[in-house]
């Protein structure tokens, strides 16, 4: 199928055209049709797929088709959520980009930065506002937003908005929005809690899957490396030693240890960067913007900082910690081989991370080849010099415990006392 077959504007499609765009992908292919029959969407698909495009060009359309050209204050029509201000900013691009020529207006809005600039935009009247849910309840809290005018509702990345603690603020923001409304309500996976609040707040939704939550692009490599903890930003400088490898996205579970990492990595003469959510917007796209231009090879990343980055050709992930949750692990190796690319997934699992490796091996139903071949393998003296130092450590921390337990009953003994 083409997109001329999608039935869309001709401002529509010449913005397609100009992007390059010739085929939609299968969930565009699916959710747009349905979209413009005024349909609610609960949609399915792994990062990577087109899910933006998806909900984003049939919106403009049909907000297009019903402008009122003699309402100058212009209420919000269209509101789409999301978690992350990396994404945010991708839709906000992806929209201004599609709907060239149409006369709408879109407005981004975001904590981290000042409101001040966005609060202006937002009086000057808005068609669509793109927003995470932070920034927007607090300005709604504040009286600079209503939404009573909604006419379509996106809820994007609901899954990331779980992991990241917002489904308390959505509950709060869903009752501010009119009762008679279209919904496009996109995850790329579908827990319990999700998967309820989609039975709420959609009204015989159309459901589109695309390739199951498990699948990983044929087009990747997936390889493991069993190392010990200690000895993993070894590793990492190591692999890194092939200059072939001109840039690598590098996951950290932790925002501390992403920081750790990038500024181990700079003082082995590697450059790289850190994003992760207590980096300030400034910070977070000068980084990656240093990485998509090659000034930084290595970028490493939160997954919450993550989701949303879109970098075109990057060919090696690496996990340098093991995600607890096989489905992370997806997402994660999703950032490359894309758009029939080839890629490299790499992952270093310690001792500890066995039985997350047996539950993404579970998931994606295949072995990942062990590369056993490296200056660090998990030798017998290696595991026993591991466990005594793990003891030592505990030892250490029970002692520094009974310490201050000890230090607390005498304070108590002597305020007794008194």
């Given at each position: 199928?083409?997109?001329?077959?999608?039935?869309?504007?001709?401002?529509?499609?010449?913005?397609v055209?100009?992007?390059?765009?010739?085929?939609?992908t299968?969930?565009?292919e699916q959710?747009?049709?349905?979209?413009l029959d005024?349909?609610?969407?609960?949609?399915?698909?792994?990062?990577?797929?087109?899910?933006?495009a998806?909900?984003?060009i049939p919106?403009?359309?049909?907000?297009?088709?019903?402008?009122?050209s003699?309402?100058r204050?212009?209420?919000?029509?269209?509101?789409?959520l999301?978690?992350?201000?990396?994404?945010?900013?991708?839709?906000?691009?992806?929209?201004r980009?599609?709907?060239?020529?149409?006369?709408?207006r879109?407005?981004?809005?975001?904590?981290?930065?000042?409101?001040?600039p966005?609060?202006?935009?937002l009086?000057?009247?808005?068609d669509?506002?793109?927003?995470?849910?932070?920034?927007?309840?607090?300005?709604?809290?504040?009286?600079?937003?209503r939404?009573?005018?909604?006419?379509?509702?996106?809820?994007?990345e609901?899954?990331r908005?779980?992991d990241?603690?917002?489904?308390?603020?959505?509950k709060?923001?869903?009752?501010?929005?009119?009762n008679?409304?279209?919904?496009?309500?996109?995850?790329a996976?579908?827990?319990?809690?999700?998967?309820?609040?989609?039975?709420?707040?959609l009204?015989?939704?159309?459901?589109?899957?695309?390739?199951?939550?498990?699948?990983?692009?044929?087009?990747?490599?997936?390889?493991?490396?069993h190392v010990?903890k200690?000895?993993?930003?070894?590793?990492?400088?190591?692999?890194l030693?092939?200059?072939?490898?001109?840039?690598?996205?590098?996951f950290s579970?932790?925002?501390?240890?992403?920081?750790?990492?990038a500024r181990?990595?700079?003082?082995?003469?590697?450059s790289?960067?850190?994003?992760?959510?207590?980096k300030?917007?400034?910070?977070?796209?000068?980084?990656?913007?240093?990485?998509?231009?090659?000034?930084?090879?290595?970028?490493?990343?939160?997954?919450?900082?993550?989701?949303?980055?879109?970098?075109?050709?990057?060919?090696?992930?690496?996990?340098?910690?093991?995600?607890?949750?096989?489905?992370t692990y997806?997402?994660?190796?999703?950032?490359?081989?894309?758009?029939?690319?080839?890629?490299?997934?790499i992952?270093?699992?310690?001792?500890?991370?066995?039985?997350?490796?047996?539950d993404?091996?579970?998931?994606?139903?295949?072995?990942?080849?062990v590369?056993?071949?490296?200056?660090?393998p998990?030798?017998?003296?290696?595991?026993?010099?591991y466990k005594?130092?793990?003891?030592?450590?505990?030892?250490?921390?029970?002692?520094?415990?009974?310490?201050?337990?000890?230090?607390?009953?005498?304070?108590?003994?002597?305020?007794?006392?008194?």
């Amino acid at each position: 199928m083409k997109f001329t077959e999608l039935g869309l504007l001709p401002e529509i499609l010449d913005s397609v055209n100009q992007l390059g765009y010739t085929e939609p992908t299968p969930i565009q292919e699916q959710a747009i049709p349905l979209a413009l029959d005024g349909r609610d969407l609960l949609g399915c698909a792994q990062t990577g797929t087109g899910k933006t495009a998806a909900f984003s060009i049939p919106l403009l359309q049909l907000l297009h088709q019903r402008k009122d050209s003699t309402n100058r204050n212009r209420p919000i029509k269209a509101l789409i959520l999301t978690p992350t201000r990396e994404l945010a900013a991708q839709i906000a691009e992806s929209i201004r980009d599609y709907g060239k020529g149409l006369g709408l207006r879109h407005v981004l809005i975001f904590g981290g930065v000042g409101q001040g600039p966005q609060v202006q935009r937002l009086r000057e009247g808005v068609d669509i506002l793109v927003a995470t849910p932070g920034r927007l309840l607090d300005l709604m809290n504040q009286g600079h937003i209503r939404l009573d005018k909604v006419e379509f509702f996106v809820l994007d990345e609901a899954d990331r908005m779980l992991d990241m603690g917002f489904i308390h603020d959505i509950k709060k923001i869903l009752p501010k929005l009119p009762n008679k409304k279209q919904t496009f309500f996109f995850s790329a996976t579908m827990p319990l809690a999700i998967a309820d609040l989609a039975k709420n707040i959609l009204h015989n939704p159309e459901y589109i899957k695309v390739d199951p939550v498990s699948s990983t692009a044929d087009t990747i490599q997936q390889v493991v490396y069993h190392v010990l903890k200690p000895e993993k930003k070894n590793l990492l400088k190591h692999i890194l030693q092939d200059e072939s490898i001109t840039s690598m996205l590098v996951f950290s579970r932790t925002k501390r240890g992403a920081d750790r990492l990038a500024r181990l990595l700079d003082k082995a003469g590697i450059s790289a960067a850190a994003i992760h959510g207590d980096k300030s917007q400034g910070a977070r796209e000068r980084a990656l913007k240093e990485f998509k231009n090659g000034k930084k090879r290595v970028l490493v990343a939160t997954d919450i900082a993550a989701r949303g980055i879109d970098i075109e050709s990057l060919q090696y992930v690496l996990n340098y910690d093991l995600p607890n949750e096989p489905e992370t692990y997806v997402h994660r190796i999703g950032r490359t081989g894309r758009a029939g690319a080839s890629g490299l997934s790499i992952s270093l699992c310690d001792i500890d991370e066995l039985p997350y490796l047996k539950d993404i091996e579970k998931l994606v139903n295949k072995k990942i080849k062990v590369i056993s071949d490296h200056p660090f393998p998990i030798t017998d003296k290696a595991i026993a010099d591991y466990k005594e130092l793990q003891k030592s450590y505990e030892k250490s921390n029970q002692n520094r415990r009974s310490s201050n337990n000890n230090r607390r009953q005498g304070g108590g003994g002597r305020n007794k006392r008194r």
